[in-house]
């Protein structure tokens, strides 16, 4: 039996690809990191310890087997053409919410209210390359202060058409700090992102543990 661990590559050191990049080391697994900015990531890798390596993005992607681009939905885009060679045959982990500013404070959506940025970017990701959506369920704070609750933890939600992929996102999310909880194909992954019914910032409204999500009126 291979008990070798999902190798992950983080390309992206903002709010969310940091606090995945704490949390994985924290649950004792091995990360990549890799972004534009090449003193940032050896400066977090230093704060991480061993378990961070640095490589550049290209090689990043070549060397993992998960590949979470922790960047903003219209940078995903130019990311997916940028990387199409290395990117094909990968699973990538797609973290985005499609939303701006919306001038009063808050945020609107940047792509049509029934759209999702999960069944989008499917269309455009590389060739032979598998998508899943998750890890953006929760704002960066809740991504850290979340994780490894006890006695129970809190639920992580994805969605993903392709299910010989889950055990990797599964032994992810676990290793994260969470619980996974597959909602279904890619056509539900709106209901986990900002506004969506399973989102932090949509109908839920804040982390919850796999009891509580049951007794929710949100699961159907």
């Known amino acids: 039996m291979n008990t070798a661990k999902t190798t992950v590559a983080i390309i992206g050191l903002g709010n969310i690809g940091k606090a995945l990049a704490t949390n994985l080391v924290k649950g004792n697994h091995a990360v990549i990191l890799a972004s534009r900015d090449g003193e940032k990531t050896k400066e977090l890798a230093g704060q991480l310890g061993n378990l961070a390596t640095v490589k550049e993005i290209a090689d990043a992607i070549q060397e993992a087997d998960v590949i979470i681009p922790a960047m903003y939905f219209n940078a995903l885009k130019e990311f997916f053409q940028t990387y199409s060679k290395e990117l094909e045959g990968k699973i990538i982990v797609d973290v985005s919410n499609p939303i701006a500013p919306d001038g009063n404070g808050g945020f609107k959506k940047i792509i049509g209210?029934?759209?999702?940025?999960?069944?989008?970017?499917?269309?455009?990701?590389?060739?032979?390359?598998?998508?899943?959506?998750?890890?953006g369920t929760l704002g960066a704070?809740?991504?850290?202060s979340a994780a490894f609750a006890e006695p129970n933890k809190k639920v992580l939600f994805y969605a993903s058409d392709s299910t010989n992929s889950n055990q990797h996102i599964e032994e992810l999310i676990?290793?994260?700090?969470?619980v996974p909880f597959h909602v279904g194909g890619l056509d539900q992954s709106i209901r986990i992102e900002v506004f969506?019914?399973?989102?932090?910032?949509?109908?839920?409204?804040?982390?919850?543990?796999?009891?509580?999500?049951?007794?929710?009126?949100?699961?159907?």
């Open 141 to 144: 704070g809740s991504l850290l």
């Open 174 to 178: 676990t290793h994260s700090g969470f």
């Open 113 to 135: 209210q029934s759209e999702s940025a999960g069944k989008i970017l499917a269309e455009l990701a590389p060739q032979n390359a598998k998508l899943i959506k998750a890890f």
């Open 196 to 220: 969506g019914d399973l989102h932090e910032f949509g109908a839920l409204g804040k982390t919850v543990t796999l009891e509580e999500f049951k007794n929710t009126t949100t699961h159907a």
